[in-house]
């Protein structure tokens, strides 16, 4: 039996000097005995796969709507690949995986039904009760919002963890991390979640949206990652069949992982990182695609806002979403007797439009159609 020293030490033996060993977390808001048999890092990984908030991210958007069909990715197949592809990157740059399988497996708990409508919506009508960002509703959620505990609320998850869940980023996300040495840069574990998140949603939202019809082979013509497919699988065109589809896609996730772990590796060279606070002092980020790749991904990216996000469907279906939580949150605030009763108890706590936002940021695609169509349509029962 390997203890949870033995997996200290086994982390000094095989970590790289720039990756964050388990034993020296600063640790914990309020003090637990941990466990024999595994670091500070599995620990939370665990808490946090056992939320309320991370089950139902099963129902909540990442591009299609729940009930558009089974096969299309949700916020949490997309959790889920996230952590696989950092968990990969980790090993190969020789950090922590159970600190980046953590960080990606929070880093969308926050977000509301609907995807990035939902959070547009809440943030427009949050904007005058201290606004809604979903990375902050994650961090609210693992240090309040889940009630598992006697002692304390939330899961008090490590400092690193939260850390890496504030310091979230992508080209559409920007941390705020005032509480948590906002003068550093994330975490190398934490930037592998970001990009891993980045490389995801990227390669699946093509899949998906291949997959819908929505983007036809022939459109990505000219697109020089697609290109780079073909060939390499020996797809002259014409019809897509599913089996090439999933080999191209697997074929762009391994090209893109390849490029990032190289790329990275030699970011960590140049800079001569001796610890992971050395990381964190940089004016950059140490994991990072090569400028090649880095141009090939901006040109797919753009094409995928133009042809996919921007798709008719995709419109009215986020214009549907917007309305939906307007219309469920304005109703909430003008009479919020029609709130559940353990969700009026939170108004002393934490003031009326922050309760509702909480209750509707928790809410599936599927709970949030049914509550609407419960408070709005005539024939529907409450």
């Given at each position: 039996?390997?203890?949870?020293?033995?997996?200290?030490?086994?982390?000094?033996?095989?970590?790289?000097?720039y990756?964050?060993?388990?034993?020296?977390?600063?640790?914990?808001?309020y003090?637990?005995?941990?466990?024999?048999?595994?670091?500070?890092?599995?620990?939370?990984r665990?808490?946090?796969?056992?939320?309320?908030?991370?089950?139902?991210?099963?129902y909540?958007?990442?591009?299609?709507?729940?009930y558009?069909?089974?096969?299309?990715?949700?916020?949490?197949?997309?959790?889920?690949?996230?952590?696989?592809?950092?968990?990969?990157?980790?090993?190969?740059?020789?950090?922590n995986?159970?600190l980046?399988?953590?960080?990606?497996?929070?880093h969308?708990?926050?977000h509301?039904?609907?995807?990035?409508?939902?959070?547009?919506?809440?943030?427009?009508?949050?904007?005058?009760?201290?606004?809604?960002?979903?990375?902050?509703q994650?961090?609210?959620?693992?240090?309040?919002?889940e009630?598992?505990?006697?002692?304390?609320?939330?899961?008090?998850?490590?400092?690193?963890?939260?850390?890496?869940?504030?310091?979230?980023?992508?080209?559409?996300?920007?941390?705020?991390a005032?509480?948590?040495?906002p003068?550093l840069?994330?975490?190398?574990?934490?930037?592998?979640?970001?990009?891993?998140?980045?490389?995801?949603?990227?390669?699946?939202?093509?899949d998906?949206?291949l997959?819908?019809?929505?983007?036809?082979?022939?459109?990505?013509?000219?697109?020089?990652?697609?290109?780079?497919?073909?060939?390499?699988a020996?797809?002259?065109?014409?019809?897509?069949?599913?089996?090439?589809?999933?080999?191209?896609i697997?074929?762009?996730?391994?090209n893109?992982?390849t490029?990032?772990?190289?790329?990275?590796?030699?970011?960590i060279?140049?800079h001569?990182?001796?610890?992971?606070?050395?990381a964190q002092?940089?004016?950059?980020?140490?994991?990072?695609?090569?400028?090649?790749?880095?141009?090939?991904?901006?040109?797919l990216?753009?094409?995928?806002?133009?042809?996919?996000?921007r798709?008719?469907?995709?419109?009215?279906m986020?214009?549907k979403?917007?309305?939906?939580?307007?219309?469920?949150?304005?109703?909430?605030?003008?009479?919020?007797?029609?709130?559940?009763?353990?969700?009026?108890?939170?108004?002393?706590?934490s003031?009326?439009?922050?309760?509702?936002?909480?209750?509707?940021?928790?809410m599936?695609?599927?709970?949030?159609?049914?509550?609407?169509?419960?408070?709005?349509?005539?024939?529907?029962?409450?």
């Amino acid at each position: 039996m390997y203890f949870r020293e033995d997996l200290e030490n086994f982390e000094d033996q095989t970590l790289a000097p720039y990756g964050i060993h388990s034993k020296q977390s600063i640790g914990r808001q309020y003090p637990e005995h941990e466990v024999e048999y595994r670091t500070v890092f599995q620990r939370d990984r665990d808490r946090i796969l056992h939320t309320t908030a991370f089950r139902r991210l099963e129902y909540k958007t990442q591009v299609f709507i729940n009930y558009e069909g089974d096969y299309y990715r949700t916020r949490l197949t997309h959790t889920l690949e996230v952590a696989q592809i950092g968990r990969t990157v980790a090993r190969a740059l020789g950090v922590n995986e159970d600190l980046v399988e953590a960080i990606c497996l929070a880093h969308d708990v926050g977000h509301p039904p609907f995807g990035h409508s939902g959070e547009t919506a809440l943030a427009r009508l949050m904007q005058d009760y201290g606004g809604f960002d979903h990375n902050k509703q994650s961090l609210r959620i693992v240090t309040f919002l889940e009630r598992r505990y006697p002692d304390f609320p939330g899961l008090n998850l490590s400092w690193e963890t939260r850390e890496g869940i504030v310091k979230h980023e992508s080209e559409y996300d920007v941390s705020f991390a005032r509480d948590y040495k906002p003068e550093l840069r994330a975490s190398i574990e934490a930037q592998i979640a970001n990009t891993a998140d980045e490389l995801a949603y990227t390669a699946h939202d093509l899949d998906d949206g291949l997959r819908s019809g929505m983007i036809y082979p022939s459109m990505l013509n000219g697109i020089v990652l697609w290109e780079i497919l073909m060939e390499n699988a020996g797809w002259k065109g014409g019809d897509l069949d599913e089996l090439t589809r999933h080999r191209m896609i697997r074929r762009l996730i391994g090209n893109e992982v390849t490029d990032l772990v190289h790329s990275s590796d030699q970011a960590i060279k140049d800079h001569q990182l001796r610890s992971a606070e050395d990381a964190q002092r940089l004016s950059v980020n140490v994991v990072v695609f090569s400028e090649v790749m880095v141009a090939r991904n901006r040109q797919l990216k753009d094409f995928l806002y133009k042809n996919l996000y921007r798709h008719h469907r995709i419109v009215r279906m986020q214009t549907k979403s917007e309305r939906i939580i307007r219309d469920l949150f304005l109703a909430y605030q003008a009479e919020p007797r029609m709130l559940p009763q353990h969700i009026q108890d939170s108004i002393g706590e934490s003031g009326l439009e922050r309760t509702i936002c909480d209750y509707i940021a928790g809410m599936t695609d599927r709970f949030a159609v049914d509550e609407y169509n419960k408070l709005f349509e005539p024939g529907t029962k409450p």
